[in-house]
Nanobody, 131 residues
Framework: QARLMESGGGSVQAGGSLTLSCAYSMSSTASACLGWIRQVPGKEREGIATIYVKRGTTYYADSVKGRFTISQDNDKNTFYLQMNSLTPEDTAMYYC????????????????????????WGQGTQVTVSS
């Protein structure tokens, strides 16, 4: 299993930006899917952005498309979530996660399905957006 650790959460006003980082340790990223998932207390987890490492393909949930960007730096063993135009509805605990080996379809489906089964998770970082 991979080890993951998020950083970069915090409080920001609506319209602002934040960048989350996830440092990972895994034997190989070949056929890996790296993702960001968020959860509001009392609600289901929401997969918001994933990247299929082999192809560099990114996928986004409709709720964040056009505002959030997932990226990866293999040299630094870190992937990121750049969040722009934040709204109070983005307030949540944000987790990074990984799974491998998986297909690109599996990676894409994590931004659509409510099933957020990932074998490796970070500890989570809180993002609070005030109006």
């Amino acid at each position: 299993q991979a080890r993951l650790m998020e950083s970069g959460g915090g409080s920001v006003q609506a319209g602002g930006s934040l960048t989350l980082s996830c440092a990972y340790s895994m034997s190989s990223t070949a056929s890996a899917c790296l993702g960001w998932i968020r959860q509001v207390p009392g609600k289901e987890r929401e997969g918001i952005a994933t990247i299929y490492v082999k192809r560099g393909t990114t996928y986004y949930a409709d709720s964040v498309k056009g505002r959030f960007t997932i990226s990866q730096d293999n040299d630094k063993n870190t992937f990121y979530l750049q969040m722009n135009s934040l709204t109070p509805e983005d307030t949540a605990m944000y987790y990074c996660a990984s799974n491998q080996p998986v297909t690109a379809d599996w990676c894409e489906e994590r931004t659509i399905s409510a099933r957020q089964w990932w074998p490796s998770w970070g500890q989570g970082t809180q993002v609070t957006v005030s109006s």
